[in-house]
């Protein structure tokens, strides 16, 4: 963890990448950012890299494996300890610092291929930063995984009135050069909007914001999309049959119905897509 402080008071803004060990984009971001020895104008900007266990056993022969090293660390931001893990010490040590952050944009990429989006939690506050950020454009409004808590969830940032801001970025697929530009605009944009650097903001068009209705969870061995659809597709017409699951058919249930990354590796119980529908 890298912390600046300015001789300016301002706000604490955070950066985090490598929740998960295999997704290192952010962290080639970050890394630069400590290469051109970036400082904040004013506050504090902290760089923060999160599972360094999991990415120290990165291996392009198994590259999925190294995600994380007992669980995903990406469900345990809570007080309340559920396991000893070693993501869960890490998260530990973690949680009363970020809990003096006001600003944070957690970095990640995806399996699948598909459109970049900020991902926001269920708290006004994070799909307000989401919008202000506005690169990439298309904002993703959820409710959280039931398997625990992720760092946009905790209660710092998602609690009533509070004012602590924090979403996600999913820049790409996973390890693609596409994905590195991406993260390295968004990246760019949140230090402006945040007002860390000195660049003042370029007004971008307004982002369309989607809100996650449903979370499809596969409750067989067997659940398969009819086509190999990209994270973004959005189906025009309700109804469509768009996967199986053993004997259960899969349909949209409204028109204009998007598919949040859709996982074509779906294992009994885990979610296989979101569908979501637009505000605007
Ligand atoms: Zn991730």
């Known amino acids: 963890m890298h912390r600046f402080i300015a001789a300016e008071s301002g706000p604490h803004v955070a950066l985090t990448a490598l929740m998960h060990g295999n997704e290192y984009a952010g962290a080639i971001v970050l890394a630069d950012l400590l290469r051109t020895q970036l400082r904040p104008r004013r506050g504090t900007l902290s760089l923060i890299f999160l599972n360094l266990e999991a990415f120290a056993r990165f291996s392009c022969e198994t590259p999925i494996r190294s995600r994380f ?26 949680l009363p610092y970020i809990e003096t952050v006001d600003t944070l944009l957690d970095l990640h990429s995806m399996l699948w291929p598909g459109d970049s989006l900020l991902l926001a939690g269920p708290s006004p506050v994070g799909a ?9 454009p298309l904002v ?11 760092l946009i969830d905790m209660p710092h ?8 801001r924090a979403c996600l970025l999913e820049a790409g697929q996973h390890w693609s050069l596409d994905t590195l530009d991406v993260t390295r605009a968004t990246v760019n944009r949140f230090l402006s909007v945040t007002g860390v650097t000195d660049a003042s903001p370029r007004p971008v068009p307004a982002s369309r914001i989607a809100h996650v209705t449903h979370r499809v969870l596969a409750q067989t061995g067997r659940f398969t999309f009819t086509q190999p659809y990209c994270s973004g597709t959005v189906i025009p017409e309700r109804n469509t049959l768009i996967a199986t699951d053993g004997p259960d058919e899969i349909r949209t249930p409204y028109d204009d119905c998007m598919l949040v990354m859709p996982n074509f ?12 529908r637009f505000e605007n």
């Open 157 to 164: 940032f998602t609690r009533p009135h509070g004012s602590a």
């Open 69 to 94: 090293v007992e669980e995903d660390m990406n469900r345990l931001w809570t007080n309340r300890s559920v396991s000893s893990s070693q993501e869960q010490r890490r998260v530990h040590q973690l």
């Open 140 to 150: 993703v409004i959820d409710g959280g995984h039931m398997a625990g808590p992720r």
């Open 128 to 136: 307000e930063l989401a919008a202000d950020i506005g690169t990439p």
């Open 265 to 276: 590796r779906t294992a009994r119980t885990h979610t296989a897509v979101r569908l979501a």
